[in-house]
């Protein structure tokens, strides 16, 4: 009773400031599902594939090659549930189309960014980053001022992040020119990639909040 007494006067207090609570997006929820179920089995083909290479594999390659195969024939699947459900999807098709604009992030990445990160476009710089867990974070010690790190957040997102990134590192996407820069102008590779990352959430956050699709 006293617990329920004191919710009750915070929400009195500070009704006008607090975010009203919304079901979510019945769209968002099925990709949720989707983009979790394909995890599930890529690590299942992932596992399969070490149980191959293992002492006495050889003796079951024909078990192990038949699983894979309908382990990846699932997955195939899923990713074709995922791009119908977002192409009939009036909250998710133009969100999917602003993703896709920037090169750096195709289909799939896009689909595991929407269903991983759905408050995109709605936040700012700093919470973009908090919740992709790339933002830098001190890495100090007494006078020692050590190189920052990125942590926390939906490591999910993180990892979504990550070959888009690389793909920057090796020359090519939208961000190619920003990550040759950093290099150039002493940033440690992984510095680097991990500061495209940021900027990758940080632009894609504010391009969803304006529905802007960059003109080529």
Known sequence: ????????????ERWEKLALWQAP???????RALVRRRQELIAIRGA??????????????????????????QIQAIEAAMRELIANSDTLKHRAAVCTAMDSLGPIVTAKLLASLPELGSLTRRKAAA???VAPHPNDSGQKRGYRKIRGGRPDVRSTLYMPALRAAAGKGEFAAFYKRLRANGKKAMVAIAAVMR??????NARLRDAMIPQS
């Open 1 to 12: 009773a006293i617990d329920a007494g004191m919710l009750s006067g915070y929400g009195r």
């Open 25 to 31: 997006d019945p769209d968002e929820v099925r990709l």
């Open 48 to 73: 399969e594939n070490s149980r191959a290479k293992a002492p006495g594999g050889r003796d079951l390659a024909a078990s192990f090659k038949a699983v894979i195969k309908a382990v990846e024939h």
């Open 131 to 133: 919740l992709a867990g």
């Open 199 to 204: 900027k990758i959430i940080v632009t894609l």
